[in-house]
């Protein structure tokens, strides 16, 4: 499995942009990116997920270098209810590996 | 839909008793995952399931531990006999797998709270 290393934390203000990087350097031609977040006292919930080209959807926006050693996830406008731990996972099969994620925090 | 939907959602249980998690996966998904959360350890898959066949337990920490999964709809996680060590938050998702060697998105359920005293 790949390793990931992520910001132990970050902030952002309600509204603005949020942007979480990670570093994935060790992943293999075969593994997709994938982002789940957490919410406190919820289960994991998917946000979206890629393999080389960017992607977006109703959540989020993704960015993959074009090496694919690093990504971005992108929150184009926070809110309040997005403060949670954020895991950037590389996946190529059916398993999921978390590691210890970035807890966003969106302040007022 | 309903969702992945666990039982109890909470659990408080003395050091020694048989406790017992349900999970019924959502309607059409083929694929079930068990995982367990503490502070220290983060969150780790215990066992997952293909079509009702387990296809790796490696996670499971000990004989203690066991899983079934009777039928498209209902799994169960036992601990027997339980320890204070096994308190933590247990979650199970489900996929709708599409083959070996497929990346699927998986659905959590709320997880169940589990205390040992």
């Known amino acids: 499995d790949a390793k990931t290393t992520q910001p132990t934390s970050m902030d952002c203000a309600e509204g603005r942009a949020a942007n979480l990087p990670c570093n994935h350097s060790t992943i293999s031609g075969n593994e997709y990116v994938y982002w789940y977040r957490q919410i406190h006292s919820q289960g994991p919930q998917y946000i979206i997920h890629g393999l080389k080209n960017n992607e977006t959807n109703e959540m989020a926006s993704l960015i993959i270098t074009e090496d694919r050693k690093s990504s971005t996830l992108i929150l184009p406008h926070a809110t309040l209810r997005d403060t949670a731990v954020y895991y950037c996972?590389?996946?190529?099969?059916?398993?999921?590996?978390f590691g210890q994620g970035t807890r966003l925090t969106i302040n007022p | 839909d309903a969702g992945v939907i666990q039982s109890p959602r909470h659990e408080v249980t003395e050091m020694g008793q048989e406790v017992t998690l349900r999970c019924k996966p959502i309607?059409?998904?083929?694929?079930l995952f068990w995982y367990r959360q503490t502070m220290m350890r983060g969150l780790e898959l215990l066992i997952y399931?293909?079509?009702?066949?387990?296809?790796?337990d490696s996670g499971m920490p000990e004989d203690r531990f066991s899983a079934k999964m009777p039928n498209a709809s209902f799994s169960t996680l036992k601990i027997q006999p339980s320890e204070p060590r096994d308190s933590a938050v247990y979650f199970c998702?489900?996929?709708?797998?599409?083959?070996?060697?497929?990346?699927?998105?998986?659905?959590f359920g709320p997880g169940t709270r589990l205390t040992v005293l």
């Open positions: 998702a489900s996929s709708l797998a599409r083959g070996t060697g497929t990346t699927d998105t998986q659905y």
């Open positions: 399931f293909n079509n009702n066949v387990p296809i790796d």
């Open positions: 309607s059409g998904h083929n694929s």
């Open positions: 996972i590389p996946q190529g099969a059916q398993k999921l590996v």
